[in-house]
Structure formats: structure tokens, C-alpha cells
């Protein structure tokens, strides 16, 4: 076992010399960009161009090139050999999620270079250029304040991709209402609204990053269907964060998605994440079978019969035994008032 850890380690700290040496032989080394599927020509130096040179790489096309005046010689040049093409007209976006307080663009290229490319940004309002932030996370994305808010004049966004074979450039022009559009709703909840089994409480927050809901509302429009169907019931609300289902189908869950926009400019934000629930359930009741009824019925105590109204002065212990033994003896109409 001991051979085999040595053995391990013995490689892996070979590979590790082999990376050192490859970056330590590129120091010095300049760097040559050519164009993907053209023929390349490589200076060696200071050498003649009738001198003799022999070339070794350690990659197909793209890789370290090293030149020596003989195959035994003295290394006389190296150069870092990248292929590529130039950049295409990158496809430019701007919006604001964030109004009024300003708008970011993004950018990116439906072609790629395989090479380092650039992007030089200037952005333009009624002649006056506007300063550009970089996003400190996305690469491709910055951010702009906008310097007035209801104007009349236009933004204009120009975007150029450069590497080193080459350069291209897209610029849009927009109305600052015309870009507006919020982030989705946030912590969307739904809940079962006890002993209902037709309703669903539905909360939401608006979106962290519109700023100013108080002077600039949001209104929402919510979707919701249960997993049974394909169709969409929709509902859209004024500035309220909270609506209740009505129309649920009892004991079906359903999938719920919020979307928010400016109550005047702009146009809808993406849905919320989709959120599930289910109506209220009602607890099953106890039921007694038709048999079990009757044999409660069958089982349960007789009520004693009502006792005997005694005659109008007679006493019931003086009644005589033969007006109780033998009541068929009186006429119906005594029997009637007796009883």
C-alpha cells in the first residue's frame, strides 16, 4: 500500500512540475492572434529570413511556439499563437427595474471570438453623454442614473466588441417609459382559508428593487389553475398585495404566479417563482350505518307508560276495582272522560 501512495503522489507532483515549467517557458513569450482558417507566418526573432529555424509546439494551432536556429541550438524566440475571428454586431438590451431611479444595459454576442474581446460602452441623452457604471457581478451589464425623469428626449446606447482582429458596433435608441419594467413579485404565499373548501388566501410583497412604491405604485396581475387543468384563470388588482380564490375546486391543488407593473408606464414584469396549495380539507364525519341505528333503537329502555288521571273527587287509591278491572261494563262516554 505504502508503493502505491508513493507511486500517486510521485505523479501528481510531476504533473504539478510540468504546469510550472509550461508557465514559467511562456514569461517572455508574445502573444500572436490570427484569423481562424487563414495561413499564419511566424517571425523567429531577429533570425534572417534565409537563417535555418526549427519550430516546436505543444498544441495544435493554439498554443506555445518555440523557435531555435538549429535543432540543437540556442532558443532564439517564443510566441503564444491564439486563433479567432472578429467580433459581430452584439445584440444591446436596456431596462429599468429600478424606476426612476435609472436602467442598466446588457450586452453579449450570438457568435463567439475563442479570443479576448471587449466591449467599450457610451450612452447619450439630449447630447450629453451620461457616465457608465460596470456591474460588479455580470460582466456583460452597467448601470446608468437617469439625469431627469419625464423627459422628452431620447437615450441613445452604443455598444462596441473589440478584440484583436477586429471591431463591431450596435446602438439602440429608447423614451425612458418605454423601458420600464419591473423584477417579479416576492414571497408569494398561499393558504387554505379555514372551513372554506372553495378559498385560497394569496399574499405577495412587491419587489425589493422598484424603490419608490408610495409615489410610483405597482399594479398585479395573478394566475392560478389546479394541476388537473391546462387553463389559466386570471385575475388583475389595482395596487393591493393580497386576493382572495373564490372559485377553487375542492380538495384539487393549484399552481399560483403573481406578475407586477407600473401603474403607468412600462410594461408587465416576468411571473413570480410558481407556488402550490390546497383548499381547505373538511375532516371526515363519523357516520352510523341504517343497522347500527336500529339496533340502538332495539337495545334502549322502553319509557314507562303515563300514569292514570284519577276521577274529578274520587282519590286514585278509593277508585273501586271493578271500574278499573272492568271498564268495558261503563258507557263509552264515562270510559272516554275516565281516561
Known sequence: MANVVTSVCCVVLAAVVVVIAQRRSQQGARVQYERMGSDVTMQCGSLGSDASATWKVNLSSNGLYSCFQNPDGERRDQIILRVGTPPKEPVVMCRSNTYPKGFYCSWHLLDPTYIPTDFDVHVKHNQRSLEVQKDAV??????????ELFSTFKYRVNVTAVNALGKASSAITFDDFAIVKPDPPEKVVAAPVPNNVRRLEVTWNSPSTWPDVENFPLKY??????????????????????????????????????????????????WSVAIHATPWMDEPKQVISTTEAEGIVETSPSPAPPSPKPRLGVSAGACSPLLWSAPLLLPSVLLSLLW
Open 221 to 270: 396581475f395573478l394566475r392560478y389553475r389546479p394541476l388537473i387543468r391546462e387553463q389559466w384563470q386570471h385575475v388583475e388588482l389595482s395596487d393591493s398585495t393580497s386576493h382572495t380564490i373564490t372559485d377553487a375546486i375542492a380538495g384539487k391543488e393549484y399552481i399560483i404566479q403573481v406578475a407586477a407593473k407600473d401603474t403607468e408606464i412600462g410594461t408587465w414584469s416576468d
Open 138 to 147: 455580470h460582466k456583460n451589464r452597467c448601470h446608468v442614473r437617469f439625469p
